[in-house]
T-cell receptor
């Protein structure tokens, strides 16, 4: 069964600290993995996208890693800011075309305190 | 260049009523997907449209139907509303000749059924 599991479910950190979010998937075949940031009540916004051959992708203070062998990904946030408070969703695509399906994790709810 | 737009932003309906949600894709995109996101959950795939036809469908009852217009915009219709239909409804668009993982999400429509 194609699944995407994220951990932790929620996380609270102090402003300025770093954190790492985890994503494990069983989706097969695998096309790509994307991390989204979703503010409460808003649509998800893409942070990074990685294909099978990529193992690291950065976007400012966000760095995603991918281990296609173990089917694990992580999102590392550096020097957190209050605006980083949001849900972070891991999404895996099973095919490199529009006919592919997207499999969503439940998200990690990150709260950054001042 | 406008991104994905959705209307209305919020909607309150009564059980048994019918609702229509609207989505305009990002410029250059011809494929539209709809998702339902319950509070605290990841988005659940409802269906996908391109060339004005439903191409894929998730595990949703026939009460959920859709339409795509020649200008690629789309509607989601839900009949006989249930309390459990209360959710954030997300529309995502992508160009058909590109990777499905490159979907762009709209801001969503918050539907409350009372």
């Amino acid at each position: 069964k194609n699944q995407v599991e994220q951990s932790p479910q929620s996380l609270i950190i102090l402003e300025g600290k770093n954190c790492t979010l985890q994503c494990n998937y069983t989706v097969s075949p695998f096309s790509n993995l994307r991390w989204y940031k979703q503010d409460t009540g808003r649509g998800p916004v893409s942070l990074t996208i990685m294909t099978f051959s990529e193992n690291t992708k950065s976007n400012g203070r966000y760095t995603a890693t991918l281990d296609a062998d173990t089917k694990q990904s992580s999102l590392h946030i550096t020097a957190s800011q209050l605006s980083d408070s949001a849900s972070y969703i891991c999404v895996v695509s099973d095919r490199g075309s529009t006919l592919g399906r997207l499999y969503f994790g439940r998200g990690t709810q990150l709260t950054v305190w001042p | 260049d406008a991104g994905v737009t959705q209307s209305p932003t919020h909607l309150i309906k009564t059980r048994g009523q019918q609702v229509t949600l609207r989505c305009s894709p990002k410029s250059g995109h011809d494929t539209v997907s709809w998702y339902q996101q319950a509070l605290g959950q990841g988005p659940q795939f409802i269906f996908q449209y391109y060339e004005e036809e439903e191409r894929q469908r998730g595990n949703f009852p026939d009460r959920f139907s859709g339409h795509q217009f020649p200008n690629y915009s789309s509607e989601l219709n839900v009949n006989a509303l249930l309390l459990g239909d209360s959710a954030l409804y997300l529309c995502a668009s992508s160009p058909r000749d590109r990777n499905v993982g490159e979907q762009y999400f709209g801001p969503g429509t918050r539907l409350t059924v009372t």
